[in-house]
């Protein structure tokens, strides 16, 4: 059972434009969700993250929204850089007050000069 | 601070060896998750530790184990390799577990052969 999912496998849009980045998840006893972005080979790097009390956190470049009600969230990066090219996870956490992470499959994004 | 640090980074190991790999947390935090990624599963939950117990873990065999010494340092153990073991093993530390940032290291690219 796909708790946490990424419906595009892929992303591609222009340097400068927005990049948005889905996800959905099923159960509304999470909590916390986090983003990350992962190159091959490497440990994912910790992005963003929401509370479920928020419906937006913003940091820097990226901005993430939270619809509990459609239990969605979505990264938004403005502009979007080449160097932003990688795959972008979004995670929840699964239990409160616990480490663990359900990932979704994951978005690879890349950003066209 | 140091980041989360793995080692070793890389591993060739023969069907029905067994391994263990290192996890040192970021300085002050006190749990300490492992994952498994393989192209097919993604991003998979193995177990997490926190003040050396076990807290919580995932739906992975027996031979897939862990432990935690006082410093948070951590070691996770694969008896018996099968080939389908084959894998990236992320370790993330978190200063309490719950609704906070995890961080990962670089990974541990094991492959069985």
């Known amino acids: 059972d796909q708790q946490v999912k990424q419906n595009s496998p892929s992303l591609s849009v222009q340097e400068g434009r927005i990049s948005i980045l889905n996800c959905d998840y099923t159960n509304s006893m999470f909590d916390y969700f986090l983003w990350y972005k992962k190159y091959p080979a490497e440990g994912p790097t910790f992005l963003i993250s929401?509370?479920?009390?928020?419906d937006k956190n913003e940091d820097g470049r990226f901005t993430v929204f939270l619809n509990k009600s459609a239990k969605h969230l979505s990264l938004h990066i403005v502009p979007s850089q080449p160097g932003d090219s990688a795959v972008y996870f979004c995670a929840a956490h699964g239990s409160s007050n616990t480490g663990k992470l359900i990932f979704g499959q994951g978005t690879t994004l890349q950003v066209k000069p | 601070k140091a980041g989360v640090t793995q080692t070793p980074r890389y591993l060739i190991k023969t069907r029905g060896q067994q391994v263990t790999l290192s996890c040192s947390p970021i300085?002050?935090?006190?749990?300490v998750s492992w994952y498994q990624q393989t192209p097919g599963q993604g991003l998979q939950f193995l177990f997490e530790y926190f003040s050396e117990t076990q807290r919580n873990k995932g739906n992975f065999p027996g031979r897939f184990s862990g432990r935690q010494f006082s410093n948070s340092r951590s070691e996770m153990n694969v008896s018996t390799l099968e080939l389908g073991d084959s894998a990236l093993y992320l370790c993330?530390?978190?200063?309490?577990?719950?609704?906070?940032?995890?961080?990962f290291g670089q990974g541990t690219r094991l492959t069985v052969v």
């Open positions: 929401i509370s479920s009390i928020k």
């Open positions: 300085s002050g935090h006190r749990s």
């Open positions: 993330a530390s978190s200063s309490s577990g719950g609704k906070t940032e995890a961080f």
